[in-house]
């Protein structure tokens, strides 16, 4: 497994349990061995893993929200402080920093908010997810992954991001309790 990772991925690589969310088991890796131990940490949280490559980006997130025509907030951008956006990172350090709106062109960030839309209809989502992408420094926009129940704590960025898309908070819950009575 080892040796086709390798020969289909450069290092870094990241390694991810598929089942887990909040950065849970996920490492990066930059040789063969550490590609070993992270394979083998990630495997103590799912029988499933995930070997990605590396995109050297800015972390970008939207929120969307919507059942038959979905919308998309202002682009968000996480700056991690840290070699990636680990767990520690998101929830108990200080390091990050979040950027809202993203300090990415126009272009790109229309180019990203439209991919958000459609990759939340591609995959049937209805009422909220948080679509995230990395966009590298020539602005090209590439998918990461799609969170179907993000996170909405003071510190989450989805009621933020909508928060600065004109939404607040109140009137955010008032427009999803209604698309989930739809």
Known sequence: IVARLEARFTYPMFVKPAGTGSSV?????????????????????DKKILVEEFVNGKEIEVAVMGNESPVASVCGEIDSGVEFYDYDAKYITDTSVAYIPARISEEASEQVRDMAVKVYRAIGCQGLSR????????????????NTIPGFTSISMYPKLFGASGIPYGQLIDQLLGLALE
């Open 25 to 45: 088991g996920v490492s990066k890796v930059g040789d063969r061995d550490a590609l070993r131990s992270g394979l083998r940490y990630a495997g103590k949280y």
């Open 131 to 146: 679509v995230d992408f990395f966009v590298t420094e020539e602005g090209k926009a590439v998918f990461n992954e799609i």
